[in-house]
Every structure is written in structure tokens, then in C-alpha cells.
T-cell receptor, first 112, second 111 residues
């Protein structure tokens, strides 16, 4: 069965700190790994990674994939209170077309 | 002009009742999904339809029945609701992994 595991499950930091969120996976027929941010409603797309070692960056957020060791990290530098959210990692792959398998999420809380 | 819309947003109902949640997408995507997010925020796939054909049916009780009248709609009907069905149900659609788009969710509370 496809499996995605995120760590830590929760994290509390102060504004200005840098955080690293982890995602490891076991999926047959891996196609891509995606990161989402979920605040009050639906998850919103952050990054999609398909190739090892190529960093994707958007402002203070960046992410990288290691397909040999089967994991990805999401970095957030100079955190702000608006970064408080659940960060979800998902993997596209497996035997079922189009299916995304999600990890259990990391709840990030940024205090002023 | 909402891309993936679900109704209702909130649903409070008694055990044993039957209820439906509707979902529509205007993105032209071929594939639609239902995901369940439990109290621990774990998102788990329930069903997926591609061009009105059921392609994913995870281990979900028979009380849950999806229906796709056309590729822009995927509705979820739940019979004989139980307390454990309380969760947020997300509809989603995609053409490929990067275009995966969620609806805003339906918070179902069974009392």
C-alpha cells in the first residue's frame, strides 16, 4: 500500500525562525510529489517536484526532492504568523490513475 | 466563477439519516475525486471518477455511493449516517497532478 509520512506532526516557532518540514514516501510508479498549505478551508498548491536535487523556490518557501532516499523537505525561512497552517505532502503514483496519497500533515504555529 | 464548488458547506444531521453532497467543476478536468479529512486532519481518498467512469474505490462502506451524471459533476450520497462519518469531505478535480484543485469542503456533523 502507498504510504506518505510527514514529520514533525506539529511545530511551534516564533516569527523569524526557519523551519524544515519532512516528507518520506513509499509509492509504486512514483510520478511526482506535491506540497500543499491548508489554512481554514481547502488545501492550496505550493510546489510539485518530479526530479531529484532541483530546488523549487517561491519567496521564503523552498522545497527539494531526493528520489533515491524517497523524501522531500519544505523549508520556510523568516517565518511569519501568516505561515501558520497545516502543510500537507502528497505523492502522485501507485496503480490508480490520478490518485494523490497524502501524509498526515504538519501543523505549523508561528507566534509573534 | 468558483472552479470546484461543493454544497452544502455545512451539514448537521442525525444518525440514521440519508444525505447527499454535490460537487461541480468548471475547469474542464476529466477526473474528479472525493476525499475525507478526519479530525486528525488526515486526507484520505474515497473515490475517483474519470469521464464518468469509477476508477478508484478505496475501502469505503457500501453506505457511501458516488454518482457522476457527467464529467463536470460528482455527487456523494451517504445512507444510514453514523457518528464516525463526521468529517470534512473534499471534492477535487484534476487533469494532472499539478492541476489538482480542491473544493472548499463540506463539514458533516452526525449527532
Amino acid at each position: 500500500e502507498d504510504k506518505v509520512v510527514q514529520s514533525p506532526l506539529s511545530l511551534v516557532v516564533h516569527e523569524g525562525d526557519t523551519v524544515t518540514l519532512n516528507c518520506s514516501y513509499e509509492v509504486t510508479n512514483f510520478r511526482s510529489l506535491l506540497w500543499y498549505k491548508q489554512e481554514k478551508k481547502a488545501p492550496t498548491f505550493l510546489f510539485m517536484l518530479t526530479s531529484s536535487g532541483i530546488e523549487k523556490k517561491s519567496g521564503r518557501l523552498s522545497s527539494i526532492l531526493d528520489k533515491k532516499e524517497l523524501f522531500s523537505i519544505l523549508n520556510i525561512t523568516a517565518t511569519q504568523t501568516g505561515d501558520s497552517a497545516i502543510y500537507l505532502c502528497a505523492v502522485a503514483g501507485g496503480t490508480s490513475y490520478g490518485k494523490l496519497t497524502f501524509g498526515q500533515g504538519t501543523i505549523l504555529t508561528v507566534h509573534p | 466563477d468558483t472552479a470546484v464548488s461543493q454544497t452544502p458547506k455545512y451539514l448537521v444531521t442525525q444518525m440514521g439519516n440519508d444525505k447527499s453532497i454535490k460537487c461541480e467543476q468548471n475547469l474542464g478536468h476529466d477526473t474528479m475525486y472525493w476525499y475525507k479529512q478526519d479530525s486528525k486532519k488526515f486526507l484520505k481518498i474515497m473515490f475517483s471518477y474519470n469521464n464518468k467512469e469509477l476508477i478508484i474505490n478505496e475501502t469505503v462502506p457500501n453506505r457511501f455511493s458516488p454518482k457522476s451524471p457527467d464529467k463536470a459533476h460528482l455527487n456523494l450520497h451517504i445512507n444510514s449516517l453514523e457518528l464516525g462519518d463526521s468529517a470534512v469531505y473534499f471534492c477535487a478535480s484534476s487533469r494532472d497532478p499539478e492541476s489538482f484543485t480542491f473544493g472548499s469542503g463540506t463539514r458533516l456533523t452526525v449527532v
